[in-house]
């Protein structure tokens, strides 16, 4: 599942970011904006990406839809929150791909699987080659950076 914030059609290099955990403090199964707290060398890294010639993504499994502890529109609100205070703090986002299942459901799109970049690739022209992965475990996020043969980056706060 995706939200597109802006479109483009050029060819970029991108970075695919995870979110809770990596761009923001995991509560975890965040949704309350009270709750956000972004993280400020996160935002350091993206600009720099971005200063680059970098598209940024944020691909996050968000099982807290699948499990009912939070609604669609309560991720989309608090995901716009996210956004909305990276643009704020520099950082352009243009789009947000989710996996919305829970982790016994075996969905192509859950982080590792590459569903989630497979729709961005299809909604954006993609310099794969060039492309990274930023996230803060290993196991999830580097595993999906193997999978598609991408750098990873690890982040820990």
């Known amino acids: ?13 991108t970075v695919f970011v995870d979110r809770d955990g990596t761009i923001n403090r995991d509560c ?11 993280y400020d060398d996160t935002v350091g890294i993206l600009k720099h990406y ?3 010639g970098y598209r940024i993504i944020i691909v996050t499994n968000q ?7 939070f609604s669609m529109e309560e991720f989309r609100r608090f995901n716009d929150g996210v956004v909305n205070r990276l643009l704020d ?17 075996g ?3 859950r982080k590792p699987g590459i569903g989630l970049i497979n729709e961005a690739l299809s909604d954006f ?3 794969i080659g060039g492309s990274l992965v930023i996230g803060d475990r290993d196991d999830v996020d580097g595993q999906l950076a193997r999978n598609l043969g991408l ?4 982040v820990s706060h």
Request: proline content about 7%; overall charge positive; charged content about 25%.
């Open 125 to 127: 022209r993609v310099d």
């Open 63 to 69: 099982s807290g839809i699948g499990r009912g502890y």
């Open 151 to 154: 750098p990873f980056r690890i």
């Open 28 to 38: 975890p199964y965040c949704h309350e904006l009270d709750d956000l707290q972004i």
């Open 1 to 13: 599942m995706r939200i597109i914030y802006v479109r483009d059609n050029q060819t970029l290099k």
């Open 50 to 52: 971005q200063g680059k």
């Open 107 to 109: 969905c192509s799109c």
């Open 89 to 105: 703090l520099g950082v352009k986002v243009s789009a947000t791909y989710f996996c919305p299942h829970r982790p016994d459901e």
